[in-house]
Nanobody, 122 residues
């Protein structure tokens, strides 16, 4: 079992920045990657990016590439999502999740956090 807890969400104006954290506990040696997703009401959960747990490889969705950065601190079992140049369309609930393979497919992620709300106002 892996437990994930997101934090750091909030409200910000267009062009602002936020940093989300995803703290993992439990069997943290047992997964390959940590991904970030977001969801707005009425839409499917969307892949934002991922980072490999043991290495540094990252992958981002085109919609956030160049604005969002994923990093991690293995000593703290924590993954971060630094969000810069935020836009109103970035407004969503953001989730972190773990997967045992390198994937962008939501259903391949098996442990999820509770989500944290990010609101960007114009």
């Amino acid at each position: 079992q892996v437990q994930l807890v997101e934090s750091g969400g909030g409200s910000v104006q267009t062009g602002g920045s936020l940093r989300l954290s995803c703290a993992a506990s439990g069997r943290t040696f047992n997964f390959y990657a940590v991904g970030w997703f977001r969801q707005v009401p009425g839409k499917e959960r969307e892949f934002v990016g991922r980072i490999s747990w043991r290495g540094l490889a990252t992958l981002y969705a085109d919609s956030v590439k160049g604005r969002f950065i994923i990093s991690k601190d293995n000593a703290k079992n924590t993954v971060y999502l630094q969000m810069n140049s935020l836009k109103p369309e970035d407004t969503a609930v953001y989730y972190c999740a773990t997967a045992n393979i390198a994937t962008v497919v939501t259903t391949n992620y098996n442990y999820w956090g509770q989500g944290t709300q990010v609101t960007v106002s114009s």
